[in-house]
């Protein structure tokens, strides 16, 4: 079965340095990869998709991730963090194999911004 | 604007009460999905429906109800078999063949036991 792990539970940046956080999924096949984003009490914004093409990705509000086959990951990067960013962070693949095509989620990272 | 709505924002459930958490979309999307949300835990899907009047179980239905009698609305019903339902419960909207666009979500109906 697919799955998606997101290594780190909570992760502090100063505002202006660079970000990464870490996702690894399990899959066989290309998968569809996603990265959400989810403000305190909210629900989840969409921030980037993956599915074919080229690896490296743009999303919205400065973010980009990288699809790494050979080592079945998609971080996603900032390369200046905003004290807005502070949220938490959702990497989702589709369940595929053409089944329901329902999302799985990561844990989750929480992103805490020191000014 | 096109959008989820979830209603209400908090909810208050007393043992032995089944409570409803609504949802109504004006996106005209045709899969309609139900996430629970605990610290730590990232999503777990708890029901979706792909087209109307047809939804199928996910990971932890059990406890939890749904129908689907119109396109724009997926109600969730939190009965008094679910022993644990204190969480945050978010309701998403995909194109039928939309999972590749990913999900519109709504913001989320915090439910607790008192």
């Known amino acids: 079965a697919q799955s998606v792990t997101q290594p780190d539970i909570h992760i502090t940046v100063s505002e202006g340095a660079s970000l990464e956080l870490r996702c690894n999924y399990s899959?066989?096949?290309?998968?569809?990869l996603f990265w959400y984003v989810q403000s305190p009490g909210q629900g989840l914004q969409l921030l980037l998709k993956?599915?074919?093409?080229?690896?490296l990705v743009q999303g919205i509000k400065g973010f980009e991730a990288e699809f790494k086959r050979s080592q079945s990951s998609f971080n996603l990067r900032k390369p200046s963090v905003h004290w807005s960013d502070a949220a938490e962070y959702f990497c989702?693949?589709?369940?595929?194999?053409?089944?329901?095509?329902?999302?799985?989620f990561g844990k989750g990272t929480k992103l805490s911004v020191k000014p | 604007d096109g959008g989820i709505t979830q209603s209400p924002k908090y909810l208050f459930r007393k043992e032995g009460q089944n409570v409803t958490l609504s949802c109504e979309q004006n996106?005209?999307?045709?899969?309609m999905y139900w996430y629970r949300q605990d610290p730590g835990q990232g999503l777990r899907l708890i029901y979706y429906?792909?087209?109307?009047?047809?939804?199928q179980k996910g990971d932890i239905a059990e406890g939890y109800s749904v129908s689907r009698e119109k396109k724009e609305s997926f109600p969730l019903t939190v009965t008094s078999a679910q022993k644990n339902p204190t969480a945050f419960y978010l309701c998403?909207?995909?194109?039928?063949?939309?999972?590749?666009?990913?999900?519109?979500f709504g913001s989320g109906t915090r439910l607790t036991v008192v």
């Open positions: 996106l005209n999307h045709d899969a």
């Open positions: 998403a909207s995909s194109r039928f063949t939309g999972y590749v666009y990913g999900y519109t």
């Open positions: 989702a693949v589709v369940a595929g194999g053409g089944s329901q095509g329902n999302l799985i």
């Open positions: 429906s792909q087209i109307v009047n047809d939804f």
């Open positions: 899959y066989g096949a290309t998968p569809y």
């Open positions: 993956y599915f074919s093409g080229d690896t």
